[in-house]
Each structure stands twice: as C-alpha cells, then as structure tokens.
C-alpha cells in the first residue's frame, strides 16, 4: 500500500524538523501510541494500540532514521508485530521544503501487513492508513503550530503548544 500527501505547517522548517525528532511530540501525535523511547540517533522503540475493522491489537515496534539530510529530509522505517493480528512494517520518505505561509512538509509512505490484519482485505487496510496518516499530520501541524488540545482538567501552564514549553 502506498500514500502520498503533503501539508503546510504556519512555521519554520527548523521548528518542524525540531518536531519530527521528539519523541514526545511523536507520541502525541500517534494515534493509539501508549509509550515511545528513544532517540532520532538510536531509534525508538515504541507501543500502539488499534483496531482495525474487528482485530484490535498491541503493536511493539522499532523506527529507524536513514538517509537523514538534517532540516530537509529523512526516511523512516519500521515494524510492528501485533501477535496473532499480525505485523505491519513499512517506510516513509518525509522532506520539508519552505513555502509562502511556512513548511511544506511532504510524505510518500509504503507499508505492508501481515497476518490476521492481511485478511481483512485492502480496501479495509488502505482506508484505515489513510485515516491514520491524516490523523497523525493533523495533530502534528496543531501541535507544531501551538494549536494542542490538552485534556481539559490540565492545568493552565500545560495548554501552551511544545515549543512555546521548550521556549518558557
């Protein structure tokens, strides 16, 4: 299965490069994602929950940065095995580019699946990725933009996106 898309982020491709690299904001932007470790150097190792039509699984996996241009671009690669649902393992090439209105962030994702998962057929699977990439650019342009929607008993402090965190 293959996606392509792009997205437009209102800041600098430092700052979205920044983004791409936290384990933190990548957790929160991971749909289902219970933990993640590690680092851009090292990998991460990381743990997600889905349902995908009637099979829920626990996925534990590893991520590893290749072919890294730093600010500009980098692939990323992977595997998840989800026990008797089955593994997805896959890669995307992700490249920032600067546009009027600030980063165009681009990705062209290629991803398989195995297992229970294979059997519930590719319309199923290509319309459950889909949805998942949408969901994890969407929540990583409000986070990089400082849009986050924290829980609403956080305390007042906890509201501010990432990076106005990291700046104070």
């Not at 792009?6 to 749909?31: F, G, Y």
């Not at 671009?73 to 209105?101: P, R």
């Not at 929540?139 to 965190?165: H, I, L, M, R, Y």
């Given at each position: 299965m293959?996606?392509?898309?792009?997205?437009?982020?209102?800041?600098d491709?430092?700052?979205?490069?920044?983004?791409?690299?936290?384990?933190?904001?990548?957790?929160?932007?991971?749909?289902?994602?219970?933990?993640?470790?590690?680092?851009?150097?090292?990998?991460?190792?990381?743990?997600?929950?889905?349902?995908?039509?009637?099979?829920?699984?626990?996925?534990?996996?590893?991520?590893?940065?290749?072919?890294?241009?730093?600010g500009?671009?980098?692939?990323?690669?992977?595997?998840?095995?989800?026990?008797?649902?089955?593994?997805?393992?896959?890669?995307?090439?992700?490249?920032?580019?600067?546009?009027?209105?600030?980063?165009?962030?681009?990705?062209?994702?290629?991803?398989?699946?195995?297992?229970?998962?294979?059997?519930?057929?590719?319309?199923?699977?290509?319309?459950?990725?889909?949805?998942?990439?949408?969901?994890?650019?969407?929540?990583?342009?409000?986070?990089?933009?400082?849009?986050?929607?924290?829980?609403?008993?956080?305390?007042?402090?906890?509201?501010?996106?990432?990076?106005?965190?990291?700046?104070?």
């Amino acid at each position: 299965m293959e996606l392509k898309g792009s997205r437009v982020i209102a800041a600098d491709r430092e700052t979205v490069w920044a983004a791409l690299n936290d384990a933190d904001v990548l957790k929160a932007c991971i749909p289902g994602c219970t933990e993640l470790t590690g680092s851009p150097d090292d990998g991460f190792e990381a743990k997600v929950t889905q349902k995908v039509g009637p099979v829920k699984a626990n996925f534990a996996g590893a991520v590893q940065l290749s072919d890294v241009v730093p600010g500009v671009s980098y692939t990323i690669s992977g595997e998840g095995k989800g026990g008797a649902a089955g593994f997805a393992k896959g890669g995307a090439a992700v490249q920032l580019s600067e546009v009027e209105g600030g980063t165009e962030l681009s990705y062209d994702v290629d991803a398989r699946v195995g297992g229970k998962l294979a059997q519930l057929g590719s319309r199923l699977i290509d319309s459950f990725a889909k949805k998942m990439a949408d969901q994890f650019f969407e929540t990583f342009q409000k986070v990089v933009e400082g849009e986050d929607a924290p829980a609403a008993d956080a305390p007042e402090e906890e509201k501010k996106g990432w990076f106005k965190k990291v700046l104070g």
